[in-house]
Structures are given as structure tokens and as C-alpha cells.
């Protein structure tokens, strides 16, 4: 089942119609035309309200993957205190956008942080202190696939300081390719021009998460942009009885 077969499924199960669709996610007739179809895809812009009016997450839209039930990605998701904008923050907490429906991931990822989130994430203000990290350009997003398993999990809650960009070798970033959001280990690579990187995935099967070069040519044409470093990650476990 690919992408616009998902659609109409979830259409057809709402009974929603493409009139509806266009309604909700703000997309043109067209546009959303195409996704029924099956010529395109929803693309960053939409694709947060496409799932919301089709109430289903983007991995099972976009992929057909289902969060297994009762994992510890599940929990990790489904376990996040959250904040609404307004609520009085407690003295020595720094609030935090969180993002719930933002994910980084080896391919196929998508970004929506262009907007303050309604949502918040408490930090203690000593630990923001502790990690250099500035609160007003921090997010709290999520994994989303296995290129850096371990380290990092499917579903995991994890936040980027978007304004600590430069690359030092050995640290996690997440970065845009085109329409792509992506979380790797980044060194930098010169071979083909000063400003290139190398991105690693932290996952060992390198035939399917090879390391990925990109020369100051590629960046300029793929559109590559840094979003900025990881520094921290939400860690669950389940408790045996």
C-alpha cells in the first residue's frame, strides 16, 4: 500500500472527501488532487495538518509504519510533561518549544519549526546553563527510523540548539537536503572544497545507512542547510515486576 492509497483508505474510513481535505490542510485543489492520485506526496507544509485531519501519524502515512504498542519509542512519545504556551513556568525551569509532530530520520524526514510551538518541554535552568545551550533557538523533535540505533531510537524525543551550526567533528546535527530532515554524525570534509561534511549514521549495517559526502557543490545545489547540534535525549525504560 503506498502513500495515496493510505490516503483514501483514511478518507474513505472518515468519510472525508477531497473537499474536506482541502478545507483543513489549507492545500489547493490541485494539490491535493495529486495526493489522491498518487503524482505527489504531502509535502512539509502539509503534511502535519494532513494527518491531523486524517487523524494517523506521518510514519504511517508517509510509509506505512506503525510505532509497535507498548514500546519503549511508544512511551517515550506518549510520556512527555508538556507545557502550553501562557502556563507560569516554576522558578528554576526554562521553557522549551516542543514540536509533536516534527521527526529527523535517515531519508523521508520533515521540518516544521519555522513557528514558536503552542507546546513546551520544562528544562531545569541549571542544565541549560550546564550544556551552553540557548533556550529561545532550542527544540525538542523526534527521531523517526533506525539510522542512528543505538544511540538514538525510533520515536525517541530529542532536542537541537538551532543556533550551534558549526561543525565539529564527531557531533550529532540535524541537517535539511531538499525536503529531507535528517539526524547524523557530522565531520568535516574537505576532499572536494573547504565547507563539505561527511554525515554518518551511528547504525553499523552500512549497506543500508551508507556515510553520505557532501562537497560545497552538492550543498549549493541540494539546498543543504545545518539545523543544528543535539544535546540532549529523552531515555525511558520500562519497569520489570
Not at 35 to 55: D, M, R
Request: glycine share 8%; aromatic share 10%; net charge negative.
Amino acid at each position: 500500500m503506498d502513500t495515496a492509497e493510505r490516503i483514501n483508505l483514511r478518507m474513505k474510513e472518515l468519510d472525508l472527501s477531497q473537499a474536506d481535505l482541502i478545507r483543513s490542510t489549507g492545500a489547493g485543489r490541485a494539490t491535493v488532487h495529486g495526493w489522491v492520485q498518487g503524482t505527489s506526496k504531502p509535502s512539509a507544509k502539509h503534511i502535519s495538518a494532513v494527518c491531523k485531519a486524517l487523524k494517523t501519524t506521518p510514519q504511517w502515512l508517509l510509509d506505512g509504519v506503525t510505532v509497535p504498542e507498548k514500546s519503549n519509542a511508544d512511551i517515550a512519545t506518549m510520556e512527555v510533561g508538556i507545557y502550553q504556551d501562557g502556563d507560569p513556568v516554576p522558578d528554576g525551569y526554562v521553557a522549551i518549544d516542543y514540536y509533536d509532530d516534527v521527526f529527523v530520520s535517515a531519508g523521508n524526514g520533515y521540518l516544521n519549526l519555522e513557528k514558536p510551538s503552542n507546546n513546551k518541554m520544562l528544562f531545569p535552568a541549571d542544565l541549560i546553563r550546564e550544556c551552553n545551550v540557548e533556550p529561545s533557538t532550542t527544540k525538542v523533535i523526534h527521531v523517526r527510523g533506525e539510522s542512528m540505533f543505538p544511540k538514538l531510537k525510533d520515536g525517541q524525543a530529542i532536542s537541537i540548539d538551532m543556533s550551534a551550526r558549526t561543525i565539529y567533528d564527531g557531533e550529532i546535527y540535524a541537517f535539511q537536503v531538499g525536503d529531507d530532515t535528517k539526524i547524523k554524525y557530522l565531520f568535516n570534509w574537505n576532499n572536494e572544497g573547504k565547507g563539505g561534511f561527511k554525515a554518518v549514521s551511528a547504525n553499523s549495517d552500512k549497506n543500508q545507512f551508507p556515510d553520505e559526502y557532501y562537497s560545497p557543490g552538492r550543498i549549493e545545489s541540494e539546498g543543504v542547510s545545518i539545523l543544528g547540534q543535539y544535546w540532549w535525549k529523552q531515555v525511558v525504560k520500562r519497569i520489570r515486576r
